[in-house]
């Protein structure tokens, strides 16, 4: 099939892995601003926080097993169960008729929006050209971080205009469509990669992270924090942690290796990230409360207010980033990021029912500002730290303590917000009397303040990063998706493959086709180097075939006319290369190899890194270029 063929299908695949993409990111924030009006209906104001927490948990816990699920059993099957999963859980959302089911039905979608996220972006290899998937993995990122900010609006036009519960039926007819189109238009590849899944470290893990938050929610509210069932769950969550540590010890392929944490990056980075997720879960979860209950907006205006958190946080985390390409450094961003995000959380424990839309618009954009700066620098320098053969469970580790963060965060959060409003309620107020609004806003405020001291804490820590120069290969550049902490299961070769394609992207194609004709010693021009490379592939596509893709038709015949000049084609007019021609190419080839090789120079030595060789033969035969615009 000729690319030009090939293209629409892969168009459909990646439109439809969008679609689950946004299906699961979205319902990480999209019941933020119906939880007032769901609380109205169902009660449980105590229990609030788990209809956030249960659904980011089980996210959380589950990420690490469906990579491995879909390397033992495929990709398209794994996905298409975890979306299966996550329909049923949207439906039984919808239904629910008490805060228990719907905590519980929110658990058992996380259990398969985990699935969504991870085994969606894995499926872009199986599907684009290695030259192509750092493309779509921004885009994916890109899918995210809307997501995550159109989240809030969109829950909030449903819960004004219809009900709280199309929240979740609007994933029915989605999510049928994205079944649909994977089932027809995603390959299955057939291979099977034989892996140790951690099937004890996952549930000693989701066992001592559930008994944690459970004590955290019901301390001090169902139960007394000195109550034998208060002081059994502390026990049980630590004894669990303690156990996963034995056990991560003697696992074949461990979530978290042992490892890791003998590399002080890591462990600083992986801290920060989770006190940064507890700070911005937190805050997305109970901005919303504020709007509504103290300052009496509607649940899409509310959503609405949201927008400079969200606005300011891909501001910032779009400008470090470009700030950190061309500068190489970064140590300085995550310092001042956790102390404009504590400046920006402190000034919301200021917000009471008197506070004007401007006002706290401006104390949401510095906090939103001041979270860009740290969160994707984070990963960035734990894969700047470790050696190779642990970056892809580091890069994988430093978002699994984000999501623990923002698990912990709107749980512990949530208690210390239920128990002040416990004890400031006077007796009898309710919703909407003159007592229920002092009480709710004081109890919102230490809320604040208490995630200002965890971000202060933060910004301690951040100091003890160390910076090092920067691997080529270390993306300096994150998406969205990674700025907003999206789930990532991974591994190094597919890190280090990403970091390859992103190096010889659009904005360095020039620069890099230039080396690779000079490390040649070939006499052409990047673009006509360009043409020869991909007239020479086992199935090269026709001349109409590249001027479709927006090659200007002067250029194009200017290139030819140098390949013919050189000898490298037929003077009868056509595209076929002469053995001069295919001199010149394998010589460029050749010279692709060594420029990729040298891009990976910065890590260990080939010989400890096997697989790095088959990588970079298979990039420098297949790595299609962006067109050359010279």
């Not at 459970?214 to 001090?220: K, Y």
Request: glycine letters at 12%; one cysteine or more; aromatic letters at 6%.
């Amino acid at each position: 099939m000729s690319p030009t063929a090939e293209r629409p299908r892969v168009g459909v695949v990646m439109a439809g892995l969008m679609l689950v993409m946004l299906l699961a990111s979205l319902d990480q924030t999209i019941v933020s601003t119906a939880l007032p009006t769901i609380v109205e209906e169902l009660g449980g104001l105590e229990h609030l926080s788990w209809v956030v927490t249960s659904y980011l948990l089980a996210v959380t816990v589950v990420t690490p097993l469906y990579g491995k699920l879909g390397d033992l059993f495929g990709r398209k099957l794994v996905l298409q169960a975890a979306l299966v999963l996550f329909l049923v859980g949207s439906v039984l959302c919808g239904l629910a008729q008490g805060m228990t089911e719907l905590i519980a039905f929110r658990a058992i979608q996380g259990l398969g929006g985990g699935g969504l996220m991870v085994s969606a972006q894995a499926a872009i290899g199986d599907v684009v050209a290695p030259a192509q998937r750092g493309k779509y993995s921004g885009l994916f990122g890109a899918v995210f971080g809307v997501s995550s900010v159109a989240g809030p609006l969109i829950g909030g036009f449903f819960t004004t205009h219809i009900s709280w519960r199309f929240i979740f039926y609007v994933n029915l007819p989605l999510g049928v469509l994205a079944l649909a189109v994977l089932a027809v238009t995603l390959p299955d590849p057939g291979e099977r990669v034989k892996r140790a899944i951690d099937w004890a470290g996952t549930l000693t893990l989701a066992l001592g992270l559930s008994a944690i938050i459970l004590m955290t929610t019901l301390g001090g509210t169902s139960y007394d924090w000195g109550s034998p069932v208060i002081v059994g769950m502390g026990v049980f969550g630590v004894a669990s942690l303690v156990a996963f540590a034995f056990v991560e010890r003697r696992a074949a392929e461990p979530i978290l290796p042992p490892a890791l944490f003998g590399n002080r990056v890591f462990v600083v980075c992986s801290a920060v990230g989770l006190i940064v997720g507890f700070g911005l879960f937190g805050a997305l979860t109970y901005l919303p409360l504020f709007q509504q209950v103290v300052r009496g907006l509607s649940p899409t205006a509310s959503g609405l207010q949201l927008l400079p958190v969200m606005g300011g946080l891909l501001v910032s985390s779009i400008a470090s980033g470009q700030i950190i390409t061309r500068t190489g450094r970064y140590k300085a961003f995550p310092i001042a990021g956790t102390a404009v995000a504590a400046l920006g959380m402190y000034l919301l424990s200021s917000l009471d029912e008197n506070t004007s839309s401007g006002v706290a618009a401006l104390h949401m954009l510095v906090l939103g500002l001041g979270l860009g700066m740290v969160m994707q620098v984070l990963v960035l320098a734990t894969q700047n730290a470790v050696p190779y053969q642990l970056l892809g469970v580091a890069t994988s580790g430093a978002t699994l303590f984000r999501s623990i963060g923002g698990s912990l965060g709107t749980a512990v959060l949530g208690a210390i917000f239920t128990n002040k409003l416990t004890s400031e309620l006077p007796s009898g107020a309710a919703p909407g009397t003159p007592g229920y609004v002092p009480a709710f806003t004081d109890a919102l405020d230490l809320v604040f303040l208490v995630a200002t001291g965890v971000l202060v804490l933060a910004f301690l820590l951040t100091w003890m990063i160390r910076e090092q120069p920067l691997r080529q290969t270390v993306e300096t550049s994150a998406g969205l998706g990674e700025s907003l902490g999206a789930p990532v299961d991974t591994d190094s070769l597919r890190e280090v493959t990403r970091g390859l394609t992103r190096l010889v992207g659009r904005e360095r194609t020039l620069v890099f086709l230039a080396d690779t004709t000079r490390r040649a010693g070939v006499d052409l021009e990047p673009g006509p180097a360009w043409l020869l490379l991909v007239l020479g592939r086992p199935e090269p596509p026709s001349l109409d075939e590249i001027r479709a893709r927006g090659v200007p038709p002067e250029r194009l015949d200017a290139a030819l006319a140098a390949l013919r000049e050189q000898g490298a084609l037929a003077q009868d007019g056509g595209t076929e290369l002469t053995d001069t021609g295919c001199t010149l190419r394998e010589r460029l080839v050749a010279a692709r190899t060594d420029g990729l090789r040298t891009l990976v120079a910065d890590w260990e030595p080939d010989e400890q890194n096997p697989e790095l060789d088959p990588l970079i033969a298979r990039l420098a035969q297949e790595l299609e270029q962006p067109t050359p615009t010279a």
